[in-house]
């Protein structure tokens, strides 16, 4: 009997308590994994402390060690741990999980630093092709060649830079989202950040390298739900058909290439500058951009937009 009640009484652990809230919500793996990379970085500072044994104070002094360390974490990452714990720890008292009197996590974000979005101009745009058309002519007659195959990492800055769409989505795609007929790529729902299924159009300098690709795919025997942009099955040296390609790889690509051309490009750069280059006309592109770029609300839109030098001297001339 006494042994029945210690375990009934047994507090749950950060583990247990995120499978309950993964079968009651049935949240996507990446929410899943987010969940996970937020409780890790806790038990790094408290790995013996359990879900009802944490206190505000522990959660400051985590927060002044967090932050003040080197390398400490981003004020928007910190931001972003606690809303996620803050919410699981939340679902946990609702659950009647959890027995405490009230959540912890409360009253522990801080202010965010501006961060200065990289977007991109069209002189970058044009070193980064130039640069790529030269390894691509090299690669016909070396064997040693930055990005190979340069076909392939030329398709994915122009899917990237004509889309907007997060890298996330597009190592997720398959050949069957795109459809060449309608001209449209479909972003599944369990691809997106928000939940949401959306299609985007297929500009037409994008076309040419889409082709390429889905003919490359089928050559080398990629089926339809396998990943579409992975390196390792066009690569022979990684060829492996059961090895995804990973976001370092494409971090990677992007990070050479910043300095092979000697200007910084990020994969998440073509959202900014896909934003903010329609932006430039909101009367008419607002609503577009946001189509694009698949949020749900006006407000996530507007934070990708940076108002350049040009715009603002325009603005001024023009009052």
């Not at 985590?62 to 990452?77: F, M, N, T, V």
Request: aromatic content about 10%; proline content about 4%.
């Amino acid at each position: 009997m006494e042994q029945h009640t210690q375990e009934s009484t047994k507090s749950i652990t950060w583990e247990e308590l995120l499978e309950e809230y993964r079968l009651q919500k049935r949240v996507k793996p990446v929410t899943l994994r987010n969940y996970g990379i937020a409780i890790r970085c806790f038990q790094k500072f408290q790995p013996d402390v359990l879900p009802e044994q944490v206190t505000h104070k522990q959660l400051l002094y985590w927060r002044e060690a967090a932050l003040d360390s080197e390398p400490g974490l981003k004020p928007i990452s910190w931001n972003t741990y606690i809303d996620t714990l803050r919410h699981l720890f939340r679902f946990g008292l609702e659950s009647a999980l959890l027995q405490c009197d009230q959540n912890p996590f409360y009253k522990l974000k801080v202010r965010e630093t501006d961060v200065e979005f990289i977007v991109l101009g069209t002189e970058d745009m044009d070193a980064y092709r130039q640069h790529l058309d030269r390894l691509a002519e090299k690669e016909k007659v070396a064997k040693q060649v930055s990005f190979r195959p340069v076909w392939f990492h030329r398709c994915l800055l122009e899917t990237l830079y004509n889309t907007g769409m997060r890298l996330h989505q597009l190592l997720h795609l398959h050949q069957t989202d795109i459809n060449l007929q309608k001209n449209t790529i479909h972003l599944r729902a369990a691809i997106s950040k928000n939940g949401k299924s959306y299609s985007i159009p297929i500009a037409e300098p994008l076309r040419p390298y889409l082709e390429q690709l889905l003919e490359n795919a089928k050559r080398e025997g990629i089926r339809g739900n396998e990943q579409l942009f992975n390196l390792n099955r066009f690569r022979k040296r990684y060829q492996q058909e059961d090895t995804p390609m990973k976001k370092s790889q494409v971090h990677y690509f992007f990070g050479q290439l910043s300095r092979q051309v000697n200007c910084k490009v990020t994969s998440h750069a073509f959202r900014h500058t896909i934003a903010t280059t329609l932006m430039r006309h909101p009367d008419r592109n607002l609503m577009i951009a946001q189509a694009l770029l698949g949020h749900r609300s006006l407000r996530s839109t507007l934070r990708y937009v940076t108002v350049d030098m040009d715009q603002i001297r325009e603005a001024l001339n023009n009052r």
